[in-house]
């Protein structure tokens, strides 16, 4: 599949489903401080790929994935934290981790692609 737009991209469509559990996960949690943090953490992945892909070179797109990549694992940090304070079942943190994990992969997958991509912009 040809990627023409940044919603073709299958680590974005993930990120975006990450956002949804994330909001979802949170929506009854009264701690603000935590529920803010991760759910930038989560919009952040998106955000980085979206704004990586309309970016002149593979390079600086490659740059914004490694973030986005970065951001992802800080939502699975985080996850590990809900878990253990209670604002996590098993259920949502299996879920959660596992999204992010998908995620992750996806992206090592892109950033290999790009490297020898001659993608323009």
């Known amino acids: 599949m040809k990627i023409e737009r940044f919603e073709d991209i299958e680590s974005w469509k993930e990120a975006r489903i990450l956002v949804r559990e994330i909001y979802s996960c949170l929506s ?3 701690d603000f401080g935590f529920k803010d943090q991760m759910q930038r953490a989560a919009i952040s992945v998106m955000s980085n790929i979206a ?9 600086e797109f490659i740059q914004f994935l490694v973030i986005a990549r970065g ?3 800080e939502v699975k940090s985080q996850a590990y934290a809900a878990l253990d304070i209670g604002y ?3 259920d949502a943190f299996k879920a959660i981790v596992f999204r992010c994990t998908t995620i992750t992969n ?3 997958g892109f950033i290999r692609f790009l490297k020898t ?3 323009k912009g």
Not at 52 to 57: E, H, I, L, Q
């Open 28 to 30: 009854a949690c009264n």
């Open 51 to 59: 704004e990586g892909f309309d970016r002149a070179s593979n390079r």
């Open 71 to 73: 951001s992802a694992s």
């Open 88 to 90: 996590f079942d098993g």
């Open 106 to 108: 996806l992206i090592n």
């Open 117 to 119: 991509s001659d993608r």
